[in-house]
């Protein structure tokens, strides 16, 4: 299988104000956020980034979306390293989250035709890939809709067919289902379910088991910014279910859950 | 042009011109406001002035001496004789404004004067003049009271005339006086009103982007971040042009109005096309600049309230060389001023409103303010670079 992505030791670490210091009932001025992380993923497989809040999984996440730089380690994201080459990373990837915003002021037609010039897409391919995603995502009746009057979960359909004006070869979320109802959510796994069958390769982050467990091929756990588990969603599983190993694996590395 | 640049040039403008509510509040209206606040105080400056003329005085005057009293009619001064035994109630008239000047004559003005001989070292005859310093009308007899008396008194001793019949003595032409009087004022507005063009649309634009969180969505795209820069201070630039020349527009339509000279002859009409060609490029590479300036402060500041008030100190230092146009023999001669960011468009605009105008300097300044516009996209693009700046929160 072709490896897509494939992080190396990657390392970020934040400067805390004394504000965070006392918050978070430590002296330590420099907080590690991702410390050491290493995975691959294959070519038109979802993987899954599991781990509780605050593990580390946004800024690996944003690591290889090239939106910041890790301070050590490496990501090859098709061919292309998140430090060296960020400008082609940026256009073989595509990346969503939700601090990722839409102009509140232009309409879901005006903002695809946008970013498919800020891509360089030709004119022909643009409203082929319009359609296609507006009609996967029902956006259609609302293209010419300024997103501000738009329903929270119609907003963030349209950031989702937006990212994906590029056809990129992979694709990272963050956090997918969050804050959508049960039908959107539903419609955006299938999404990545349909994206796996095109070949596509998806990278999610989550702290939802049965997310997880419905659409991930291989998952890697992140407990305190290490990876502490990472393999076939079988293989990790072991026999049980996935919670069950997911609090095996955290009491075995972090100790105490009410740490 | 580089396709992003102009990618991204087209949306703001498209983010812009889209807006109805801020087109109409950063084009139309500053121009609008500025033609109806400076017509208004123009129109009310020439009323009250107008009222001032039509106005008779109510002098009253005791011993009236007969040279003056024919000298008042020549002038057509109105004056009401009272006897000096009532001088008490009329100081008391003046006072609650019931009159406007009480004037107390010696006894017998004209024979004292007459007789009087300066160099005798006696004290002269003295005119007593009782006037309301808190009365507009008061004030005004009481000029032209002493005017009248300054005037006699010449007669009386007349040695020499100055500036005699009917001939033009001011050497200024026309054109220079009217050149003056923009040169002092109009660089100075003009400056103001690019400045509060360029503030009205690079915050929101960049300090805005990052506090609603859209920049980050710009951010991940393959455009590079100095075309993402370019883009938006050429879209940016181009508005803030738009938006000082509506001021600019509203001002010199007004100029006449507030400068009360009316139909004769204070108007722009005395530049020629040229001399605007000069004035959009002095102007235009200040834009630029400016809008380069406030961007990159906006890029430090997380939300748009935040950028306005980093950018004020900028404001103070723009205006107060925006004032110094008003101070000075002219524009300055020396080459190095014209290096000098903001200063040199001032300077430039006040020899071109002088009709000193000079290649070199517009050169220099236009240049000098072109690097400093590319060293400021440099640093944008930085910045953009720039996670802890971009993601600071």
Redesign the interface.
């Known amino acids: 299988m072709k490896v897509m992505l494939e992080a190396k030791e990657l390392c970020k670490s934040f400067r805390l104000s004394a504000r965070e210091q006392k918050l978070q009932k430590t002296d330590q001025r420099i907080k590690t956020a991702v410390d050491h992380i290493s995975f691959q993923a294959y070519e038109g497989e979802i993987f899954g980034l599991l781990g509780p809040n605050g593990a580390g999984k946004t800024t690996t996440l944003r690591m290889l979306a090239t939106l910041i730089r890790p301070d050590s380690g490496d990501a090859i994201l098709d061919g292309a390293s998140v430090i060296k080459d960020a400008e082609q990373v940026r256009a073989k990837v595509g990346f969503l989250t939700s601090e990722l915003k839409l102009e509140e002021f232009f309409t879901p037609n005006y903002l695809f035709g946008f970013f498919s010039e800020l891509h360089q897409i030709p004119a022909q391919v643009q409203e082929e890939r319009r359609k296609k995603l507006f009609d996967i995502f029902g956006i259609s009746k609302f293209a010419e809709t300024k997103v501000a009057d738009l329903s929270t979960g119609m907003k963030q359909k349209v950031s989702l067919a937006v990212s994906l004006v590029h056809d990129p070869s992979i694709i990272i979320f963050d956090e997918p289902t969050n804050g959508l109802d049960v039908l959107t959510a539903k419609i955006v796994t299938d999404f990545l379910l349909r994206l796996k069958e095109e070949k596509h390769t998806v990278i999610v982050s989550t702290h939802i088991f049965s997310l997880i467990e419905k659409i991930c091929d291989r998952v890697g756990i992140i407990i305190d910014g290490k990876i502490a588990a990472c393999g076939a969603l079988d293989a990790i599983r072991d026999g049980k279910s996935l919670e069950d190993r997911f609090f095996d694996i955290y009491l075995e590395k972090a100790g105490d859950i009410n740490e | 042009m580089n ?2 640049i102009f ?2 040039m087209k ?1 703001e403008l ?2 812009f011109f ?2 109805r509510r801020m087109v109409f509040s950063t084009i139309l209206l500053p121009g609008l406001m500025i033609f109806v606040m400076y017509t208004f105080m123009g129109t009310a400056f020439s009323s009250q002035t107008e009222e001032q003329e039509n106005y008779r005085f109510r002098i009253s005057v005791a011993d009236l001496p007969q040279s003056i009293e024919k000298i008042a009619e020549a002038q057509n001064l109105e004056l009401a004789v009272v006897e000096p035994s009532r001088a008490d109630e009329v100081k008391k008239q003046v006072k609650d404004q019931e009159v406007d000047l009480f004037v107390l004559f010696p006894q017998n003005f004209d024979e004292e004067t007459a007789a009087y001989q300066v160099s005798s070292g006696e004290e002269a005859p003295n005119v007593e003049i009782y006037y309301n310093n808190a009365s507009m009308h008061s004030q005004g007899a009481y000029d032209t009271m002493i005017q009248l008396l300054d005037n006699y008194e010449g007669t009386l001793t007349n040695k020499f005339d100055y500036n005699q019949g009917e001939k033009e003595y001011d050497m200024a032409t026309r054109e220079e006086e009217v050149g003056s009087v923009f040169s002092s004022l109009l660089p100075m507005l003009l400056t103001i009103f690019l400045f509060s063009g360029c503030m009205a649309v690079a915050p929101e634009s960049i300090a805005g ?1 990052k506090e ?3 920049i ?9 971040r100095g075309n993402i820069a370019m883009g938006k201070i050429a879209a940016l630039s181009l508005i803030a042009l738009l938006s000082g020349a509506s001021s600019a527009i509203g001002t010199i339509l007004s100029l006449p109005k507030i400068l009360e000279v009316g139909e004769s002859g204070m108007n722009a009409g005395i530049y020629q096309w040229a001399d605007y060609l000069l004035l959009t490029v002095i102007v235009l590479s200040t834009v630029l600049l400016l809008v380069t300036l406030i961007s990159i402060i906006s890029a430090f500041a997380k939300t748009v309230k935040e950028a306005q008030s980093y950018v004020t100190p900028l404001m103070f230092v723009v205006l107060l060389i925006g004032v110094t146009a008003m101070f000075g023999e002219g524009a300055q001669k020396e080459w190095f001023y014209y290096l000098i960011p903001v200063y040199n468009s001032v300077q430039n605009m006040v020899a071109l409103f002088s009709f000193e105008v000079s290649g070199l300097h517009i050169v220099l300044a236009c240049v000098s303010n072109l690097l400093y516009t590319l060293l400021g996209v440099y640093c944008l693009t930085r910045m953009f670079n720039n ?1 802890k700046v971009m ?1 600071s929160k």
Do not use: V, Y
């Open positions: 396709k992003t990618t991204i949306k498209a983010r889209r807006d982007e609603r969180g859209t980050a969505t710009l951010l991940i795209t393959p455009a590079g996670e993601f």
